[in-house]
């Protein structure tokens, strides 16, 4: 359908000006139908009568068309926030026709905001096509929220075995099954720029390295995330891909709402956890990230980076180093509330596990996998004096991490079961009389060589049912 857009006198349409409103509609709606963008706005140009009319009915923005090919996301998003305006307070489905699929998480992001509105969405890319119905996600649900948001870092279609056909897939659902979700699923080979995504209000978000190639450096992912300000939950799973010594600092991001954190796999703990500010940080899980092989220095020296004065043994000293040194400053900069503290193959330096237990006076469970911790962090358990500085007379003892209750050692091969009897002994016969209600309740010392049975039972005696030695 041709339209002519040249300004023209009203009579000339005499046959289109005589028809009822309602009739004009539903012949616009039918052209709008033809798969063009723009035809709201084509139809609109033509005279003073369409114009009113095409404007003042929501059900002509319902349908909102996006083809992506030689047009800029300024341009993407204007279109987004024009249709989903002018359909108030109507629903609006959204069609998708892209020749980038990289740009599928930028685009979607335009209409997001209005998630209650958006009742179906199709996506079409190279000869594919798939459609949801929100709705249909959420129809036991007396409310649509957006909860989480997982990106896989690959080559979107790119198995010649076709096993990803499922990468089209956007949206799924998720929750119980009286309160319903809608989540987002998105590979693609980069995470987007952040000047082109609008804010992602998303609750939980899961980022995925699947290849080298495909490797965030962290002030690209830090830059993501300061469009994420609701995120309560984190999770980054990398492959050790180690970015080299960074030219210039990262940007510092402020997330108030995380609770969560879970980076796995990763080379960058240090730049990552040294530039977040998460003040409401309860759980912190780290998990293989230790690496025996060397990494490139830190892009800027720091108060801590000298050398263990323990000389404790490791294997895995540049990683140690760089995750003590990323903790102290998350810890510096946040003070978090944490509560637990996870660190699965996940080490420090003894000098660095003196200053995080000294941080951390909520702390309740402490579990750690494959450390090469030795007797002198273990002694930190026990209780010391503390020195008032006063000069007055008696000593005031302590102990630190002094909430914790729980406490998981696996796979510890460098301490000595000794020194761990008489760090846990001395802890509960200070904290069981003076703090009872902030005392260990269960330990689990778990394949720890040197912990030998005749340790076991030496602790038993003191922990009772509280112990489990496997």
Known sequence: MIISTVNKDIHSFSPFSSLPPELLIEIFLTCSLTGDWHIPLTLSKVCCLWRDLII???????????????????????????????????????????????RLLPIMSCFLPNLARLMRCTVTYDGRTHETSLSDLTLSSP???????????????????????????????????TYRHISMKVATT???????????????????ETAFE???????????????????????????????????????????????????????????????????????????????????????????DSD???????????????????????LSRSRPPLEVLDMDLSDMRTKDFRWVFDKLPDLKQFS?????????????FVPFVIEDGDGQ???????????????????????????????LRARVHYTDHATPDATLATVVISNCNDFTAGN???????????LHVS
């Open 456 to 466: 076991a039972q030496e602790l038993s005696w003191d922990l009772h049912d509280r």
């Open 393 to 423: 007379d008696g000593e005031r003892m302590g102990v630190r991490l002094p909430q914790l209750s729980v406490l998981k050692m696996y796979s510890c091969q460098q301490l000595s079961g000794g020194a761990l009897v008489k760090a």
């Open 143 to 177: 409310r649509r929220i957006m909860h989480h948001l997982d990106i896989l870092l690959k080559t979107p279609f790119g198995d010649v075995a076709g096993e990803d056909e499922d990468d089209i897939v956007i949206f799924f659902s998720c929750g119980s099954t």
């Open 308 to 330: 263990d004065e323990s000389h404790d043994f490791s294997q895995s000293p540049h990683s140690d180093l760089h995750t003590g040194m990323g903790l102290r400053k998350l």
């Open 368 to 380: 750690i996998v494959g450390s090469d911790m030795s007797d002198s962090v273990v002694a930190l």
């Open 56 to 102: 003042s009915s929501p059900c002509m923005w319902q349908i909102v068309v996006v083809l992506d090919s030689r047009r800029t996301m300024s341009s993407i998003r204007t279109q987004a926030e024009l249709w989903v305006a002018r359909s108030s307070p109507l629903p609006f489905n959204v069609v998708l026709k892209l020749t980038d699929f990289e």
């Open 190 to 208: 980069k995470l987007p720029h952040a000047e082109m995504v609008n804010p992602l209000l998303f609750t939980s978000l899961d980022i995925s």
């Open 214 to 304: 495909h490797s965030v450096r962290s002030p690209d992912l830090l830059r993501f995330l300061a469009h994420c300000p609701n995120l309560e939950h984190l999770y980054f799973h990398g492959l050790c891909n180690d970015e080299g010594t960074l030219d210039a600092p990262p940007p510092a991001i402020a997330l108030p709402r995380l609770h969560t954190l879970l980076l796995e796999e990763i080379c960058n703990q240090r730049s990552i956890l040294s530039h977040l500010f998460l003040p409401a940080l309860r759980e912190l899980h780290l998990r293989h990230i230790n690496v025996d092989y060397p990494l490139e220095p830190y892009y800027v020296p720091e108060e801590g």
